[in-house]
């Protein structure tokens, strides 16, 4: 059946949707508006951007209402990639530099001379191309090279949530867990206050907004942020491995007493390996209860950290305790009271991290909710080779796993 004139002319009013991998990647140029710098712009900085995929212009270009100020706004918070020229201190272009610094964007800094870029800028990456557009161009597809080999759908690696800052991870799991988009204010205040974070994760793919970065700007998880956000709220199954196991293969074991200490005490207690733990009151304060050795591990490579713990209130769904490592590796995870099976009875829970550098180790638990007492017995360190899970056998797994 054909369709008549107007359905056919209701259905081409209707917008196509946009997906990410559609989406033509926007380059924005900085520069000030002189003649001299037109062959750079059109030669040295836009052929090449337009020969990687990207759709570039310089705001002179543009065909706006309004204010030149806020489409200049606009176009770099929309922009994937910003290139300015620094050669003659402009101060336009050094306000807009500015402004993406402050969105927590990095331009690429083109220059002719080094002497003419502050000093202030010169540890951020910049190209020195002496007024030669074969330099500049040279210059610039080896960075953009980089830029694509490190982009989010080309690199696995940065789906990897421990690679992620802690204060990242919080706002993964805050927008995960509540299955909507959530203003930037409250976002950043899982991110302890730092609204650059939700930037960062922009950058990565993770999230997504739209406009100015103001406190009740919306914030969208996006497809890719769902997956390393679920990687970071599914269950441990380390968490379920025998003590004796835990114990057996571990390179270093160090009791709770033995370490650095925020506040609490030590105790008796008989349920604890050599009968005594260190006890705090999660009331008094928030804080680290235990922290330390400042010792290196043996070899890089992927590890697991044990928290022996116990507390005397398990009811609470609200994270309590936040356990990280700091040093050649760094992760985080928080737990719910709800997460230990029962009240008054040690538990272990697992932390996952990668050694890339031989540096001196920390192990942390930090007091969150600040209610209830805890108990923590020790940290046994394993490394992850040797726990591979056996799979042909079901008895022997039951065995490792209890």
Not at 249 to 262: D, G, W
């Amino acid at each position: 059946m054909e369709m008549d004139e107007s359905a056919r002319a209701r259905k081409e009013r209707v917008p196509k949707p946009v997906f990410a991998s559609d989406k033509t990647k926007e380059a924005l140029v900085l520069m000030p508006f002189d003649g001299s710098y037109d062959d750079i712009y059109q030669f040295g900085i836009k052929d090449v951007l337009e020969k990687r995929g990207y759709h570039c212009i310089r705001i002179d270009e543009k065909s706006f209402h309004g204010q030149v100020i806020d489409e200049i706004q606009r176009s770099i918070v929309e922009s994937d990639v910003i290139v300015a020229e620094m050669t003659d201190k402009n101060p336009n272009v050094y306000y807009e530099v500015g402004y993406a610094h402050g969105l927590g964007k990095h331009p690429i800094l083109i220059t002719k001379q080094a002497n003419t870029l502050p000093f202030d800028l010169r540890g951020y990456k910049h190209i020195v191309y002496k007024g030669e557009i074969k330099t500049l161009r040279s210059e610039l597809k080896s960075y953009l090279k980089w830029l694509d080999q490190t982009s989010p759908t080309t690199n696995k690696i940065i789906r990897d949530p421990t690679k992620l800052k802690i204060e990242s991870q919080f706002v993964l799991i805050h927008l995960y867990e509540a299955d909507e988009p959530r203003p930037a204010i409250e976002c950043a205040e899982m991110a302890m206050g730092v609204f650059t974070v939700l930037t960062d994760l922009r950058f990565l793919g993770y999230v997504r907004f739209y406009g100015l970065l103001l406190p009740n700007t919306p914030i969208h998880l996006t497809e890719i942020g769902k997956e390393v956000a679920k990687k970071l709220v599914e269950p441990v199954e380390y968490d379920k491995l025998q003590e004796e196991v835990v114990r057996k293969k571990c390179v270093k074991l160090y009791q709770a007493e033995e370490l650095f200490h925020r506040f609490g005490s030590q105790v008796e207690d008989e349920s604890a390996l050599n009968n005594i733990a260190w006890f705090a009151d999660l009331s008094t304060q928030s804080s680290h209860i235990i922290y330390g050795p400042y010792e290196i591990l043996p070899e890089p490579g992927e590890y697991i950290a044990f928290f022996k713990i116990k507390i005397d209130d398990n009811s609470l769904a609200d994270f309590i305790l936040l356990l990280d490592v700091s040093g050649g590796s760094k992760n985080a995870r928080r737990i719910r009271g709800i997460e230990f099976d029962k009240p008054h009875k040690y538990q272990l829970f697992a932390l996952k991290f990668r050694l890339d550098a031989i540096q001196p180790m920390e192990y942390r638990i930090f007091n969150v909710y600040k209610k209830g007492k805890i108990w923590i017995d020790y940290i046994a360190i394993v490394k992850s080779s040797a726990l591979v899970m056996p799979v042909g056998d079901p008895l022997e797994r039951a065995r490792v796993l209890g």
